[in-house]
């Protein structure tokens, strides 16, 4: 410690929103906000900030008011705004950020709101689901001066970290090629999601995660996107919904290599498969291979009458895990929940962690953080928005299309000769 550091004994408060009140909302947002607005998170710039749960916006209101019943003090006593008009009326009251955890397609709409309205926003991934859409928000933000950030937990999980510190220490030299993979069991798109599955599917859901992952580790530039899958068990055979999805992405480096990467995604895994999901990555460098495994690093436990549906037989403690620490204090953490801290502790960083006056560099350095930023986040939304118009081509009869990231934009290419169609005008 040096003579000149200083340490923050300031108290402050930042009076969190929430969009959206179901299963991200219970596993994460949930046990941050009980704990962030009880004993708040410490920094020296800024001292102590408390970041209780102050209003909340969902379509019916029943899972906040079940909350509301089930907190039993846990929760500070939010307000609850349900349809029409719920993210409006959250906007009219004093809340400084606002996290949103909706369906995918409907983030923009709220994200928007939230940024016009002056608030600091955090949205789930995807972000949303076109360049256009990124634009906006971006735009806004800036005009009003707040931070707009995506949660993208997976590149808090200590293995992913680890890869990209071998990859930035340079012991893992170029990367080849890649593979990952993330299957979700059947109750979570016929049950959890079944209200708004309907045209979606599960590459958009969570190969986002690996897309980020790819982009943020390595670099690179993105040249082309190609997707297949499968329908016939969440939906109709020849319709718009998806049970599994396979992404391909071409990144080609500033010494003019390439490398592929294969993304594949299911969300109708057999319920009664051991684990919560099954998720597994392989990349291959010119000096090198990675493997991770979710499963396999974990542990198995068996409980008769309870796994391995009930309770799954592995689990991941490192995403989320509720636990009685040895000082018998019951807790609940992991990298699903530290991945929300680090939002609020940017915000804190921002508002108050240094003179009125500096807040504007404070804001710009926040803004730099590729790995959470809307900024940073144009090339996995190109990808994303290249899925969803190869997947919408493929569902009306024409499969095979591919998508190349071009000078002139974001262009879709059909497997035949034909007219291409630009998706997004600009760069990407």
Same mark, same amino acid.
């Given at each position: 410690?040096?003579?000149?550091?200083?340490?923050?004994?300031?108290?402050?408060?930042?009076?969190?929103?929430?969009?959206?009140?179901?299963?991200?909302?219970?596993?994460?947002?949930?046990?941050?906000?009980?704990?962030?607005? =009880?004993?708040?998170?410490?920094?020296?710039?800024?001292?102590? @900030?408390?970041?209780?749960?102050?209003?909340? =916006?969902?379509?019916?209101?029943?899972?906040?008011?079940?909350?509301?019943?089930?907190?039993?003090?846990?929760?500070?006593?939010?307000?609850?705004?349900?349809?029409?008009?719920?993210?409006?009326?959250?906007?009219?009251?004093?809340?400084?950020?606002?996290?949103?955890?909706?369906?995918?397609?409907?983030?923009?709409?709220? !994200?928007?709101?939230?940024?016009?309205?002056?608030?600091?926003?955090?949205?789930?991934?995807?972000?949303?689901?076109?360049?256009?859409?990124?634009?906006?928000?971006?735009?806004?933000?800036?005009?009003?001066?707040?931070?707009?950030?995506?949660?993208?937990?997976?590149?808090?999980?200590?293995?992913?970290?680890?890869?990209?510190?071998?990859? =930035?220490?340079?012991?893992?030299?170029?990367?080849?090629?890649?593979?990952?993979?993330?299957?979700?069991?059947?109750?979570?798109?016929?049950?959890?999601?079944?209200?708004?599955?309907?045209?979606?599917?599960?590459?958009?859901?969570?190969?986002?995660?690996?897309?980020?992952?790819?982009?943020?580790?390595?670099?690179?530039?993105?040249?082309?996107? !190609? @997707?297949?899958?499968?329908?016939?068990?969440?939906?109709?055979?020849?319709?718009?919904?998806?049970?599994?999805?396979?992404?391909?992405?071409?990144?080609?480096?500033?010494?003019?290599?390439?490398? !592929?990467?294969?993304?594949?995604?299911?969300?109708?895994?057999?319920?009664?498969?051991?684990?919560?999901?099954?998720?597994?990555?392989?990349?291959?460098?010119?000096?090198?291979?990675?493997?991770?495994?979710?499963?396999?690093?974990?542990?198995? @436990?068996?409980?008769?009458?309870?796994?391995?549906?009930?309770?799954?037989?592995?689990?991941?403690?490192?995403?989320?895990?509720?636990?009685?620490?040895?000082?018998?204090?019951?807790?609940?953490?992991?990298?699903?929940?530290?991945?929300?801290?680090?939002?609020?502790?940017?915000?804190?960083?921002?508002?108050?962690?240094?003179?009125?006056?500096?807040?504007?560099?404070?804001?710009?350095? !926040?803004?730099?953080?590729?790995?959470?930023?809307?900024?940073?986040?144009?090339?996995?939304?190109?990808?994303?928005?290249?899925?969803?118009?190869?997947?919408?081509?493929?569902?009306?009869?024409?499969?095979?299309?591919?998508?190349?990231?071009?000078?002139?934009?974001?262009?879709?290419?059909?497997?035949?000769?034909?007219?291409?169609?630009?998706?997004?005008?600009?760069? @990407?």
């Amino acid at each position: 410690m040096t003579a000149s550091a200083t340490f923050s004994t300031d108290q402050h408060v930042l009076r969190a929103g929430m969009v959206g009140m179901g299963m991200i909302f219970d596993e994460t947002y949930r046990p941050f906000f009980e704990q962030a607005g =009880a004993a708040g998170i410490y920094d020296p710039s800024f001292g102590v @900030c408390q970041a209780p749960l102050t209003a909340v =916006a969902s379509r019916t209101g029943g899972r906040a008011e079940a909350y509301r019943r089930a907190a039993a003090g846990k929760a500070g006593d939010f307000q609850s705004f349900r349809e029409p008009d719920s993210i409006g009326q959250l906007l009219k009251t004093d809340v400084d950020l606002v996290c949103v955890a909706t369906p995918d397609d409907r983030h923009f709409a709220a !994200a928007k709101a939230v940024l016009a309205s002056g608030k600091h926003l955090l949205v789930e991934k995807p972000s949303v689901l076109s360049l256009a859409e990124l634009d906006e928000l971006d735009r806004l933000a800036r005009e009003h001066g707040v931070l707009a950030k995506v949660v993208y937990h997976k590149l808090l999980d200590p293995d992913h970290k680890k890869l990209r510190t071998l990859v =930035a220490d340079g012991d893992l030299r170029h990367v080849n090629h890649g593979y990952c993979s993330l299957l979700e069991p059947k109750s979570i798109s016929g049950g959890q999601f079944a209200e708004w599955i309907v045209g979606r599917n599960p590459g958009t859901y969570v190969a986002v995660h690996y897309i980020k992952l790819i982009d943020f580790t390595f670099g690179g530039r993105l040249k082309s996107v !190609a @997707c297949t899958g499968q329908r016939g068990l969440v939906g109709p055979a020849d319709g718009p919904t998806w049970d599994s999805t396979q992404l391909r992405l071409i990144y080609q480096y500033d010494d003019g290599r390439e490398a !592929a990467f294969d993304i594949h995604t299911s969300w109708v895994t057999p319920d009664n498969f051991p684990g919560y999901v099954e998720q597994e990555v392989q990349f291959r460098f010119d000096n090198g291979v990675w493997n991770g495994h979710s499963r396999k690093r974990g542990v198995e @436990c068996t409980i008769e009458g309870q796994t391995p549906l009930a309770r799954k037989i592995t689990m991941n403690n490192h995403y989320n895990g509720t636990f009685l620490e040895p000082w018998g204090e019951r807790s609940q953490r992991g990298y699903g929940i530290e991945v929300l801290e680090r939002f609020v502790r940017e915000v804190a960083t921002v508002e108050f962690g240094g003179p009125v006056g500096e807040r504007e560099q404070r804001l710009q350095r !926040a803004r730099e953080l590729s790995y959470n930023d809307l900024s940073a986040d144009r090339q996995t939304v190109a990808a994303v928005q290249a899925m969803e118009a190869i997947l919408a081509r493929h569902a009306v009869g024409q499969p095979n299309c591919i998508v190349e990231l071009r000078r002139e934009g974001l262009v879709l290419l059909p497997p035949s000769v034909g007219e291409t169609e630009v998706l997004y005008r600009g760069a @990407c």
